[in-house]
T-cell receptor, first 112, second 114 residues
Framework: DTEVTQTPKHLVMGMTNKKSLKCEQH?????MYWYKQKAKKPPELMFV???????INESVPSRFSPECPNSSLLNLHLHALQPEDSALYLC???????????FGPGTRLLVL | AQSVTQPDIHITVSEGASLELRCNYS??????LFWYVQSPGQGLQLLLK??????LVQGIKGFEAEFKRSQSSFNLRKPSVHWSDAAEYFC????????????FGGGTRVLVKP
């Protein structure tokens, strides 16, 4: 298995909802990442996990809460989002934090 | 802090013609450089990377890139473009000292004319 999978592909949520995005890889990678990509913009790093521990938080608002329950799985918990949080959320993984990142297909999020 | 500039927002090329996408970076040390491609609504696919060694790097789908330290550039080339190459292309610099943070350029959208 040489890919990063993300579910759901699309998500519509209200500003009072709680939802979660899921990312999974079975390549034995020990670093995982969340990126946010607004329309017609490049991806921007949100979080980095290395060996299931949070190593980088790029000053992301607390309404985004990452979780890494094991080495294959990365979640992004969403609560009380704003319409401006609507974007494509990309997950990536790499064998370690010193190696190439491989991206999943993304979850397209719309906040109403 | 590191930065990446892709001077061309859009490029239109005829099918079968050659393609060159420009990328300039700013970073105090030797960078790790990447080119990714993104089709509409999709994730990013790695085309090629440069860590060290030979400055001419071969990638997938017939792409190659050349690292020129003196010009702080890492331009992407393809000799003959196919219609399926229409996509957004991102150049990125990796900063391993900062936990492998990738900084992306603004992207270049490639349109392919029949």
């Amino acid at each position: 298995d040489t890919e990063v999978t993300q579910t759901p592909k699309h998500l519509v949520m209200g500003m009072t909802n709680k939802k979660s995005l899921k990312c999974e890889q079975h390549m034995g990678h020990r670093a995982m990442y969340w990126y946010k990509q607004k329309a017609k913009k490049p991806p921007e790093l949100m979080f980095v996990y290395s060996y299931e521990k949070l190593s980088i938080n790029e000053s992301v608002p607390s309404r985004f809460s990452p979780e890494c329950p094991n080495s294959s799985l990365l979640n992004l918990h969403l609560h009380a989002l704003q319409p401006e949080d609507s974007a494509l959320y990309l997950c990536a993984s790499s064998p370690s934090v010193q190696e190439t990142q491989y991206f999943g297909p993304g979850t397209r999020l719309l906040v109403l | 802090a590191q930065s990446v500039t892709q001077p061309d927002i859009h490029i239109t090329v005829s099918e079968g013609a050659s393609l060159e996408l420009r990328c300039n970076y700013s970073y105090g040390a030797t960078p790790y450089l990447f080119w990714y491609v993104q089709s509409p609504g999709q994730g990013l696919q790695l085309l090629l990377k440069y860590f060290s060694g030979d400055t001419l790097v071969q990638g997938i789908k017939g792409f190659e890139a050349e690292f020129k330290r003196s010009q702080s550039s890492f331009n992407l080339r393809k000799p003959s473009v196919h219609w399926s190459d229409a996509a957004e292309y991102f150049c990125a610099v990796g900063v391993l000292a900062a936990g492998n943070k990738l900084t992306f350029g603004g992207g270049t959208r490639v349109l392919v004319k029949p």
